[in-house]
């Protein structure tokens, strides 16, 4: 009996760990860049939330898109972005993210 809690502990702990390391960690401000360098990236139209947060995953400006999807809802900000062009600083809180996004792109558009 205390063999097998100890092999259905084990297995919880392994699977927390996994679906932990699956989603990025937690809490985690920065993603692959060093605190304080810019980072430019585009929003395209239609963009939900969700795909905000996966675009921020991929430009190394979150290491997971909980966080970001979770307080986007708590504090109102889901539906208020705009697409376009952003620079944003590594190490930005997602709150302030939110609402640079919320204001519109704030890179001006280069021509070709």
């Given at each position: ?5 100890l092999?259905i502990?084990?297995?919880c ?7 932990y390391?699956k989603?990025?960690?937690?809490g985690?401000?920065?993603?692959t860049?060093?605190i304080g360098e810019?980072?430019t990236?585009?929003i395209?139209?239609?963009s939900t ?8 995953l991929?430009?190394?400006?979150k290491?997971?898109t909980?966080?970001?999807?979770y ?5 109102g900000?889901?539906g208020?972005?705009?697409?376009g062009?952003y620079t944003?600083v590594?190490g ?8 640079i996004?919320k ?10």
């Open positions: 009996m205390l063999i097998t809690l092999i502990l084990i297995a702990f392994c699977l927390a760990k996994f679906a390391n989603i990025g960690g937690a985690e401000n920065t993603g860049h060093e810019e980072v990236f585009e395209p139209k239609g939330t969700s795909d905000i947060a996966d675009n921020l991929e430009n190394g400006l290491e997971n909980i966080d970001f999807k307080k986007s809802k708590s504090n900000y889901d208020t972005f705009n697409y062009t944003i590594a930005t809180d997602e709150l302030e993210i939110m609402e996004l204001q519109g792109a704030n890179v001006t558009g280069i021509k070709v």
